[in-house]
Each structure stands twice: as C-alpha cells, then as structure tokens.
Nanobody
C-alpha cells in the first residue's frame, strides 16, 4: 500500500493561486498513475487532473483546463497541482489518489487516497 498526504490548501481570493502537494510513501512512487479529485459540500467527488508515471500523459477536467497544472517529481515521491486564476467554484476538499496500474479518470480505478486538503476561494 501507498500512503498519501496532501498539503498546501488554504483560503485565497478569487484570481489567486495555490500549489497543492501530495507526498507518497510505502511503495515505489514512480510506478503509480496519480490524480487529483475534489469534493465540494453537498456534491459528488469529481475528477480534476491525472498524470501517468513518466508525466507523458496529462488529463484535466474541462472546468480547470488552462488554469491548473499537474506535475510530479518521482525522485521526491511527490505530485503537485498548481492552481492559478482560482474561482469560487474551485472551493472544495482536494484529494490526491494513486493507482498501481493505469488509473483512469474515474475514482474507482484508484487504490490509495490521501486525507484531503481544503481549498477555499472567496469572491
């Protein structure tokens, strides 16, 4: 099993930026497909961004494309989510997820999850 710990959330004004980090331990980080999901109050958890182990394939939800960037540093066992031009609609708990294989865009394909970090964007 792999353990994931998110950090970097907080309260920001609309138009601001945050960088989320997800540190992994327990297994080889480089073989995992990594993704970010988010869940707003009263809503279902939704896909945000995905990156394969070598960083050659990137996927984003339409709602964040052009504003968010996912990246990873396998040597540091860390995946990042750079969030720019934040909107109030981005307010949610953000979760890091890992798959031992080629995890897709659905949450059911991921084996490990972090505890989540709160992102709040004020208008």
């Amino acid at each position: 099993q792999v353990q994931l710990v998110e950090s970097g959330g907080g309260l920001v004004q609309a138009g601001g930026s945050l960088r989320l980090s997800c540190a992994a331990s327990g297994r080889s980080f480089s073989v995992y497909t990594m993704a970010w999901f988010r869940q707003a109050p009263g809503k279902e958890r939704e896909f945000v961004a995905r990156i394969t182990w070598a960083g050659l394939t990137l996927n984003y939800a339409d709602s964040v494309k052009g504003r968010f960037t996912i990246s990873r540093d396998n040597a540091k066992n860390t995946v990042y989510l750079q969030m720019n031009s934040l909107k109030p609609e981005d307010t949610a708990v953000y979760y890091c997820a890992a798959s031992r294989s080629l995890g897709g865009l659905g949450q059911s394909s991921y084996d490990s999850w972090g505890q989540g970090t709160q992102v709040t964007v004020s208008s």
